[in-house]
């Protein structure tokens, strides 16, 4: 769900926007019928926000890592009979002044940045990308693109971006694909300890 959706009562009154629960349910319904599992994650969001709990960022339109994402991969974990892990909370970092895509959009005066939190994970990365010669080069590095902490886009640093395909080395068993957009990017860290490869 976005942020709009689970965060509604915080918007100004009576905003434009479209109805995203009819849209969501709707796209729901058809991919069950289809055969697929859905993970519905909105009313969990919306009681931990009821809870004051920070499941975006306020900056920004992603999930927190120890927010929205680890809440999203404890439901996953819940649907496919997983144990969630918790990683070693010494390897978790803290980053300041993260100001995200809500603010580069606003520029409000005033604003409070968010701190931006991921977890230094050992885990190598393969990221498989397409030269200009049209031949398939790669690239062997840690989960997170640590320049990138230091710009303005800070988020760009979960996973190297939204690069095409990457494949991770996990501390579990077995394999799985993941196809996301950005919000998978603070999530996917979490299954290294449930899978031993991730693409």
């Known amino acids: 769900p976005s942020p709009a959706n689970v965060l509604s009562d915080k918007l100004p009154w009576d905003p434009p926007q479209i109805d995203e629960n009819l849209l969501t349910d709707e796209m729901f319904a058809q991919m069950q019928t289809a055969g697929a599992e859905v993970i519905d994650l909105r009313a969990g969001f919306a009681a931990a926000e009821a809870e004051n709990q920070q499941i975006y960022y306020r900056t920004d339109h992603h999930w927190t890592t120890t927010g929205g994402a680890f809440m999203a991969y404890e439901a996953f974990c819940e649907a496919n009979g ?13 980053v300041p002044d993260f100001y995200g895509t809500n603010y580069a959009k606003t520029k409000r005066v005033g604003t409070k940045p968010d701190v931006l939190d991921y977890y230094d994970l050992p885990n190598d990365m393969e990221i498989h990308a397409l030269n200009s010669a049209g031949e398939v080069e790669t690239e062997t590095t840690g989960l997170m693109d640590l320049p990138k902490l230091d710009e303005y886009d800070k988020y760009a640093a979960f996973l190297y971006g939204n690069n095409g395909y990457s494949v991770i080395e996990g501390n579990g068993e077995g394999s799985i694909l993941v196809v996301k957009d950005s919000y998978g990017n603070s999530f996917v860290p979490y299954l290294v300890e449930n899978y031993a490869t991730i693409g």
Do not use: E, K, R, S
């Open 82 to 94: 997983l144990t969630a892990v918790q990683p070693d909370p010494a390897l978790l970092v803290h």
